[in-house]
């Protein structure tokens, strides 16, 4: 399937932006009456349409992404030259290109100065406050960035995508108690994103077994990462990395059966019984052979799958399944 | 391929209806002709030939090439779009952009894949000097397009 330049392109891999960037000078080139101030152009040639400026901003980042300056600042200056400069979206962009054409640290921080000065100017700029933190982050000033995430979401605290970054800031720095808060607080805004639920699971999977972890916490966590897959898999038939994760953490969970069996908290959400555990365990294997077979049969209604997705699920079937027969031996 | 077929044979199907019920409009238009054609040489002024008094076979007709129309539009539709939040979500997920095709097989325009991925993606946070090198480093690996 051809990328689209309707979508953001934030998730497509090198090939399909390069593909898309490959794009710039047909749209350009096509689109160059819509985007004229001129009137006279503005008059023959096809009507503007809101779709032309989603692609222009998604040509901008996929040019952005491959290198490709000249295409880049050319769409932004269409752009600007449609909305102004003093719309708060476009001097998001405009940071966004001078941070891609920045050579050294020196004129990042400059950068960063210019976004403080716009802040103060106005300091409900929400893509501004974005692109700050966005570049705190990437300069590796990661304490200042979840302060600054903070900040934004204290004017801001429906946010989604905000504490979805704020869980991802906390995550990178092994600070699970809290990344996990700001995931429930997105999941609170969305509470039907089944991928969001895949990702609390694997984020309290972490958590329950990282080096660190506390003793004491790892029932508890395993607990709540059964809970989210489960869901996930409740809000999305045939989710495939919901039921990895739950098939990830029965494995887990049956494994360690003797030690958890004493232990129970009350008041919290309590492991279920270890029958419950096995018979999700099963129909976990039963769906991911079933997901893992259709998808490599490329069959009709079966290839919306991530081909590195189904490649780790059909490894962790064959890795179970060596191990189940060494123990036979 | 399947697929153009059945949308080939349906059209092809739903036009045969379709001239079933033209057939009977141009009998009872042909009827009502023949009606004022009659009053005009029996020289009457009503211009208003009476509509209630067209023969049972032309009614019968019509009633039903409407049912035979309407059963052909009902059975040749797609196969309707999935209203339950899971199993709308599991299409999505299963097959991707192939699932969500208009009658002409292309992509619907409305289709954005999963909305909830934007909040693993966070296009307002992109690092987009982190992007830039991973791309460098791609093609420096001999990167290809993939997909064509």
């Known amino acids: 399937m051809a990328p689209s330049l309707l979508h953001p392109p934030s998730q497509l891999s090198p090939g399909d932006a390069l593909q898309l960037s490959q794009q710039a000078p047909i749209l350009l080139q096509s689109s160059a009456g819509a985007a004229s101030t001129s009137l006279f152009s503005g008059l023959l040639a096809a009507p503007e349409t809101a779709a032309l400026w989603i692609q222009y901003e998604n040509l901008l980042l996929s040019c952005l992404r491959t290198g490709d300056q000249r295409a880049a600042h050319l769409c932004l200056e269409r752009l600007i030259a449609r909305f102004g400069d003093e719309n708060e979206r476009i001097m998001a962009l405009k940071g966004l290109v001078k941070e891609a054409d920045a050579q050294n640290t020196g004129e990042l921080e400059n950068i960063l100065k210019e976004y403080d000065q716009i802040l103060k100017e106005n300091n409900t700029n929400i893509p501004i406050t974005k692109r700050r933190v966005a570049l705190l982050r990437s300069m590796g000033r990661l304490s200042d960035a979840a302060s600054a995430l903070v900040q934004l979401l204290d004017f801001s605290p429906t946010d989604a995508e905000a504490w979805s970054e704020l869980a991802d800031v906390y995550l990178v720095q092994g600070m699970y108690p809290q990344a996990i808060y700001a995931m429930e607080e997105a999941l609170v805004l969305a509470p039907n994103a089944w991928n969001i639920h895949a990702r609390l699971g694997e984020m309290q999977y972490m958590a329950a077994t990282a080096p660190g972890a506390a003793s004491g916490s790892y029932q508890k966590c395993m607990a709540e990462s059964l809970k989210r897959f489960a869901r996930s898999i409740e809000l999305c038939d045939d989710y495939l990395r919901g039921y990895y994760g739950l098939k990830l953490v029965t494995n887990a969970l049956l494994k360690e059966q003797n030690k958890l069996a004493k232990q129970s908290e009350e008041g919290e959400f309590s492991l279920p019984e270890t029958k419950t555990i096995e018979r999700l365990n099963e129909l976990a294997t039963a769906k991911l052979s079933e997901i893992v077979r259709r998808s490599t049969a490329q069959e009709t209604g079966w290839r919306g799958y991530d081909k590195l997705e189904v490649e780790a699920a059909r490894k962790l079937l064959s890795d179970e399944a060596t191990a189940a027969s060494a123990i036979e031996r | ?148």
Not at chain 2, 11 to 39: D, G, I, K
Not at chain 2, 114 to 143: M, S, T, Y
């Open chain 2, 1 to 148: 391929m399947a697929a153009d077929k059945g949308i080939v044979g349906d059209m092809v199907a739903s036009m045969l209806w379709f001239s079933a019920y033209s057939y009977s409009c141009y009998s009872a238009q042909e009827h009502s002709a023949l009606q004022s054609f009659r009053a005009t040489t029996a020289a009457l002024t009503s211009s208003t030939p009476t509509a209630a008094s067209l023969p049972v076979d032309i009614v019968i007709e019509t009633i039903v090439a409407t049912l035979v129309i309407s059963l052909g539009l009902v059975l040749g539709t797609r196969p309707l779009r999935p209203i339950q939040w899971n199993v709308w979500a599991g299409k999505l997920e299963r097959e991707g952009p192939e699932g969500f095709l208009d009658s002409e097989g292309e992509v619907n325009k409305d289709y954005v894949g999963n909305p909830f991925r934007l909040l693993e993606a966070r296009p307002g946070f992109v690092d987009i000097r982190k992007q830039r090198k991973e791309f460098a480093e791609w093609v420096k690996n001999g990167g290809q397009i993939q997909g064509n």
